[in-house]
T-cell receptor, first 117, second 112 residues
Framework: ETGVTQSPTHLIKTRGQQVTLRCSSQSGHNTVSWYQQALGQGPQFIFQ???????GRGNFPPRFSGLQFPNYSSELNVNALELDDSALYLC????????????????FGPGTRLTVL | DQQVKQNSPSLSVQEGRISILNCDYTNSMFDYFLWYKKYPAEGPTFLISISSIKDKNEDGRFTVFLNKSAKHLSLHIVPSQPGDSAVYFCAAENNAGNMLTFGGGTRLMVKP
């Protein structure tokens, strides 16, 4: 069984640039969620994708967008980067309650550390 | 506003003793609670969970207690081991099932 993988591991960008982060789901999982973890804080929910559509969104502006592909892998795109976007970005995969799972037990990847200068 | 709070940023415990990590929540719609452990340079790893219809769930050295009336849960680790040293996050979910709300984390240090 393959776990959740994320790429790249680290990334440095400058203000105003755009970034794409990638995530491969754990085998058998059909749902991907993205979280932002700022230094010293808990992860904050960005959004979730199920069946290639957004299935819930946290309090993040529209410049945070995502995609889910037919193989359930996912991308997180952030446009017009700001200094406060510097954080660890975590991807989590799960089996959706909509597909019969009891609860959305999520399995996390190692994260991508984004630094915005 | 923080719907899930872990008021102790850090906890230090002697090896072999009990570790108790606490978590409070405000949203009464939460009905499923989870604890995650996180080592540096790794993603959070699921540890144990509890449904709101229970008040206790046990898995080996780990026990989670839920007090719904107080909106409080705790994680007990007995006996604590040096390998348990990590950051512990509690998280909550409602039955819509599409997001976890995390607390800020507690760094546990277990001293040999």
């Amino acid at each position: 069984e393959t776990g959740v993988t994320q790429s790249p591991t680290h990334l440095i960008k400058t203000r105003g640039q755009q970034v794409t982060l990638r995530c491969s789901s754990q085998s058998g999982h059909n749902t991907v969620s993205w979280y932002q973890q700022a230094l010293g804080q808990g992860p904050q929910f960005i959004f979730q994708y199920y069946r290639e559509e957004e299935n819930g969104r946290g309090n993040f502006p529209p410049r945070f967008s995502g995609l889910q592909f037919p193989n359930y892998s996912s991308e997180l795109n952030v446009n017009a980067l700001e200094l406060d976007d510097s954080a660890l970005y975590l991807c989590a995969s799960s089996l959706s309650p909509l597909a019969g799972a009891s609860y959305n037990e999520q399995f996390f990847g190692p994260g991508t550390r984004l630094t915005v200068l | 506003d923080q719907q899930v709070k872990q008021n102790s940023p850090s906890l230090s415990v002697q090896e072999g003793r009990i570790s108790i990590l606490n978590c409070d929540y405000t949203n009464s719609m939460f009905d499923y609670f989870l604890w995650y452990k996180k080592y540096p340079a790794e993603g959070p790893t699921f540890l144990i969970s509890i449904s709101s219809i229970k008040d206790k769930n046990e898995d080996g050295r780990f026990t989670v207690f839920l007090n719904k009336s107080a909106k409080h849960l705790s994680l007990h680790i007995v006996p604590s081991q040096p390998g348990d040293s990590a950051v512990y996050f509690c998280a909550a979910e409602n039955n819509a099932g599409n997001m976890l709300t995390f607390g800020g984390g507690t760094r546990l240090m277990v001293k040999p």
